[in-house]
């Protein structure tokens, strides 16, 4: 379950999405591309400031020619987006399958700060969160070895679901002791591959976004 949305992650591809399917719309005559200039020269260079939201919206619909509400819903929920039928806009094909990720799942990503090793992110509902784990937490060890000499992260990859570690850390000043079962992670591989059978327009749209133009 999604929790929170990451515009470094998510954001980027919305944008491929509204450019796919302002394409599709127009015949690949307009693109995101589009959007940008008009927001450029209607905002910054006329009226030297910048837009609102409303008004970002309203010129995306304005150049797509119709309503762009499922598209906006995405930017400001977490509904899960519709790759597929995005990209077959473009006849692209996008493997969403879940598969089993090699390793034990513990559930965290973390950096070295000073020589210690600091959690700087929980998967929600991973056994690092059931633990009780958060951000800011520092790990000294894992299995009575020095955690910043222990390859470990999101998986620990020589170890196996329903393995039990051993974790020492340090929370808000108190140094502990957790012990906690590795999980089984499921993932998307999310590989995209050409469609065998495509129209022309979907052709179209495909080489505009590589190449970057539009249709004349």
């Given at each position: 379950m999604n929790k929170t949305i990451s515009y470094y992650d998510k954001g980027p591809i919305v944008g491929w999405m509204f450019d796919l399917h302002m394409r599709y719309l127009t015949g690949n005559k307009k693109s995101l591309d589009d959007v940008m200039r008009t927001l450029y020269q209607e905002y910054y260079l006329k009226q030297q400031r910048g837009f609102t939201e409303q008004e970002f919206r309203k010129v995306c619909e304005d150049i797509a020619g119709t309503n762009l509400e499922e598209l906006f819903r995405y930017v400001g929920s977490t509904t899960e987006l519709d790759y597929t039928k995005y990209l077959d806009q473009a006849?692209?094909?996008?493997?969403?399958?879940?598969?089993?990720?090699?390793?034990?799942?513990?559930?965290?990503?973390?950096?070295?700060?000073?020589?210690?090793?600091?959690?700087?992110?929980?998967?929600?509902?991973?056994?690092?969160?059931?633990?009780?784990?958060?951000?800011r937490d520092?790990?000294?060890?894992?299995?009575?070895?020095?955690?910043?000499?222990?390859?470990?992260g999101n998986?620990?990859?020589?170890?196996?679901?329903?393995?039990?570690?051993?974790?020492?850390?340090?929370q808000r000043g108190e140094k502990k002791?957790?012990?906690?079962?590795?999980?089984?992670?499921?993932?998307?591989?999310?590989?995209?591959?050409p469609q065998s059978n495509v129209d022309k327009l979907q052709s179209a749209i495909l080489e505009g976004w590589l190449m970057g133009k539009v249709s004349p």
């Open positions: 006849g692209l094909h996008i493997d969403l399958e879940r598969q089993t990720v090699p390793g034990g799942w513990l559930g965290v990503t973390t950096r070295v700060a000073k020589d210690s090793t600091v959690i700087t992110a929980v998967e929600f509902d991973s056994p690092a969160w059931q633990a009780g784990l958060r951000r520092i790990i000294l060890e894992i299995d009575n070895q020095p955690a910043n000499a222990f390859p470990f998986m620990i990859k020589d170890q196996l679901p329903g393995d039990e570690v051993k974790l020492v850390v340090v002791l957790l012990s906690l079962v590795l999980g089984k992670k499921l993932e998307r591989s999310f590989k995209i591959s």
